[in-house]
Nanobody, 122 residues
Framework: QVQLVESGGGLVQAGGSLRLSCAAS????????MGWFRQAPGKEREFVAV????????IYADSVKGRFTISRDNARNTVYLQMNTLKPEDTAVYYC???????????????WGQGTQVTVSS
């Protein structure tokens, strides 16, 4: 199993930036894909970005492309989500997830963090 702990959420004004962190522990080698998802009140959980520990392939949701960057520090077993030019519609609980293969849907991810709140004020 893989354990995930997110941090870095908070309150920021529109146009501002935040960096989320996801520290992974356990059998991380068994779950090479690391993704970020978010869920706003009253809405379904949606894909944000995904990468793999080995590097190379990253995928972004169209709504965050050009504003968010996913990256990883293999030595620290940590994945980051740098969020720039934040908008009020980015307000959500952000979840880190680990899975066997990169995907834009939540199904293949079977390890999830507890989530961190991001609130963007207008």
């Amino acid at each position: 199993q893989v354990q995930l702990v997110e941090s870095g959420g908070g309150l920021v004004q529109a146009g501002g930036s935040l960096r989320l962190s996801c520290a992974a522990s356990g059998r991380t080698f068994s779950r090479p894909a690391m993704g970020w998802f978010r869920q706003a009140p009253g809405k379904e959980r949606e894909f944000v970005a995904v990468t793999v520990w080995s590097g190379g392939r990253t995928i972004y949701a169209d709504s965050v492309k050009g504003r968010f960057t996913i990256s990883r520090d293999n030595a620290r077993n940590t994945v980051y989500l740098q969020m720039n030019t934040l908008k009020p519609e980015d307000t959500a609980v952000y979840y880190c997830a680990a899975g066997r293969a990169p995907s834009v849907v939540a199904g293949p991810f079977d390890s999830w963090g507890q989530g961190t709140q991001v609130t963007v004020s207008s």
